[in-house]
């Protein structure tokens, strides 16, 4: 527990983790299959990007064509700006063009663009990418970054996690479509929650088990080395407002009767389904154990989120931390003092509150 905390905590500070290009390619598959024309004659923007160095950019640079787009914008933060410091590697991309400043290179951020018209020869690709130096640091709070957010008109990025909230804020402050990667644990902010229970942000589609693994820049704290490159495995997961395929199926579920009798796991088939003490809800610990009849409120784990599907279940609120506040738990409360779900005076872990849409539609 006390390592968990410490990791986390560095993690915190430190905002310099590069998402693979797998990772990258697999998750926006998934967009791509749901809705061939998802990036069609849209202009993408990815923010704290490090474009020379970036997989977002060099993804999309790739597929501009075939996805469609109609303008491709990365931008990237200063050097000197950062958080963590490490060794500043200039790009043979930046130092050999002519554009290049040493006066500028650490201290300025930088803006790659792409459209039709920089086309070369042959296929769209990432040497068409055009790039100039920011006016200032490349900090997407700063009135240049925001001009680019409000071109956009989708936004994809691995942003820094130390400013997450204000992140998802900015990008909501217009009303943007979106696809960023977050820590898992970022679902019980209450202002993200109060996103997802509104169905304006939702869980992308690569699985929530596992985390991913990104390429990190402090050599003190990696978890292992692929081909040279050190990498740290983070909690994290997409989170979008596009719609994709996952996100329509509905969960594969039982019966109560049939969980109580056949169910994999053995707390249910000995223990069924406890109430809280202090909510009017049954404890369901497990997502694949939810009885697909029963029709009142249940407590799920967070990881529901991750196979949650509108059409099938309404969430009501969500149970994390000891104060009471009913935005956020959005079912009454029955105890006195602590909020978390209780089970015979016992606290059990985070629990969102949900319920069963039948066939009438309530
Ligand atoms: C998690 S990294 C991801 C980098 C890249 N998007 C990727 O996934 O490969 C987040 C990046 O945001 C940058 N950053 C930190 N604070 C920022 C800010 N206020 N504005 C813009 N970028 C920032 C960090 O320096 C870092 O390069």
Same mark, same amino acid.
């Given at each position: 527990?006390?390592?968990?905390?410490?990791?986390?905590?560095?993690?915190?500070?430190?905002?310099?983790?590069?998402?693979?290009?797998?990772? &990258?390619?697999?998750?926006?598959?998934? /967009?791509? !299959?749901?809705?061939? =024309?998802?990036?069609?004659?849209? #202009?993408?923007? *990815?923010?704290?990007?490090?474009?020379?160095?970036?997989?977002?950019?060099?993804?999309?640079?790739?597929?501009?064509?075939?996805?469609?787009?109609?303008?491709?914008?990365?931008?990237?933060?200063?050097?000197?700006?950062?958080?963590?410091?490490?060794?500043?590697?200039?790009?043979?991309?930046?130092?050999?063009?002519?554009?290049?400043?040493?006066?500028?290179?650490?201290?300025?951020?930088?803006?790659?663009?792409?459209?039709?018209?920089?086309?070369?020869?042959?296929?769209?690709? &990432?040497?068409?990418?055009?790039?100039? /130096?920011? !006016?200032?640091?490349? =900090?997407?709070?700063?009135?240049? #970054?925001?001009? *680019?957010?409000?071109?956009?008109?989708?936004?994809?990025?691995?942003?820094?996690?130390?400013?997450?909230?204000?992140?998802?804020?900015?990008?909501?402050?217009?009303?943007?479509?979106?696809?960023?990667?977050?820590?898992?644990n970022?679902v019980t902010?209450?202002?993200?929650f109060?996103?997802?229970?509104?169905?304006?942000?939702?869980?992308?589609?690569?699985?929530?088990?596992?985390?991913?693994?990104?390429?990190?820049?402090?050599?003190?704290?990696?978890?292992?080395?692929?081909?040279?490159?050190?990498?740290?495995?983070?909690?994290?997961?997409?989170?979008?407002?596009?719609?994709?395929?996952?996100?329509?199926?509905?969960?594969?579920?039982?019966?109560?009767?049939?969980?109580?009798?056949?169910?994999?796991?053995?707390?249910?088939?000995?223990?069924?389904?406890?109430?809280?003490?202090?909510?009017?809800?049954?404890?369901?610990?497990?997502?694949?154990?939810?009885?697909?009849?029963?029709?009142?409120?249940?407590g799920v784990p967070i990881s529901?989120?991750?196979?949650?599907?509108?059409?099938?279940?309404?969430?009501?609120?969500m149970s994390a931390s000891?104060?009471?506040?009913?935005?956020?738990?959005?079912?009454?409360?029955?105890?006195?003092?602590?909020a978390r779900p209780?089970?015979?005076?016992?606290n059990t872990f985070a629990r969102i509150f949900?319920?069963?849409?039948?066939?009438?539609?309530?």
């Amino acid at each position: 527990m006390k390592i968990a905390k410490l990791n986390n905590a560095k993690i915190a500070k430190n905002d310099e983790f590069y998402t693979q290009y797998e990772d &990258i390619q697999k998750e926006i598959n998934a /967009y791509i !299959e749901y809705n061939p =024309d998802v990036f069609k004659n849209k #202009v993408v923007l *990815l923010p704290c990007d490090d474009p020379e160095w970036s997989n977002f950019t060099k993804f999309f640079a790739q597929n501009f064509e075939r996805f469609g787009i109609k303008k491709l914008i990365s931008t990237s933060y200063a050097m000197e700006s950062k958080n963590f410091k490490y060794p500043y590697q200039i790009s043979l991309f930046e130092s050999e063009s002519p554009q290049f400043d040493k006066e500028k290179t650490e201290t300025h951020g930088k803006i790659f663009t792409l459209t039709r018209e920089n086309k070369r020869a042959g296929k769209i690709n &990432i040497d068409d990418l055009e790039w100039s /130096y920011l !006016e200032g640091d490349g =900090d997407f709070r700063s009135d240049e #970054v925001k001009a *680019l957010r409000d071109e956009a008109d989708i936004i994809v990025t691995n942003p820094p996690f130390s400013l997450y909230r204000e992140f998802i804020n900015w990008i909501f402050e217009k009303q943007k479509q979106f696809l960023v990667i977050g820590n898992k644990n970022c679902v019980t902010y209450k202002e993200i929650f109060a996103l997802i229970k509104a169905n304006k942000l939702w869980s992308g589609k690569t699985e929530w088990s596992g985390g991913l693994w990104f390429e990190t820049k402090d050599s003190n704290d990696i978890d292992k080395v692929i081909n040279g490159i050190n990498m740290k495995n983070v909690s994290s997961v997409w989170f979008t407002n596009l719609e994709h395929g996952r996100r329509h199926q509905p969960l594969q579920l039982m019966s109560m009767a049939d969980n109580l009798k056949y169910s994999k796991h053995k707390e249910i088939r000995e223990n069924g389904y406890q109430k809280y003490d202090n909510y009017d809800a049954i404890n369901v610990p497990y997502t694949d154990a939810i009885p697909n009849d029963y029709n009142e409120v249940m407590g799920v784990p967070i990881s529901f989120l991750e196979k949650y599907n509108p059409n099938q279940f309404k969430i009501l609120g969500m149970s994390a931390s000891a104060g009471y506040n009913y935005e956020i738990v959005g079912i009454p409360f029955l105890g006195e003092k602590d909020a978390r779900p209780l089970i015979n005076g016992k606290n059990t872990f985070a629990r969102i509150f949900i319920k069963r849409i039948t066939e009438n539609g309530n």
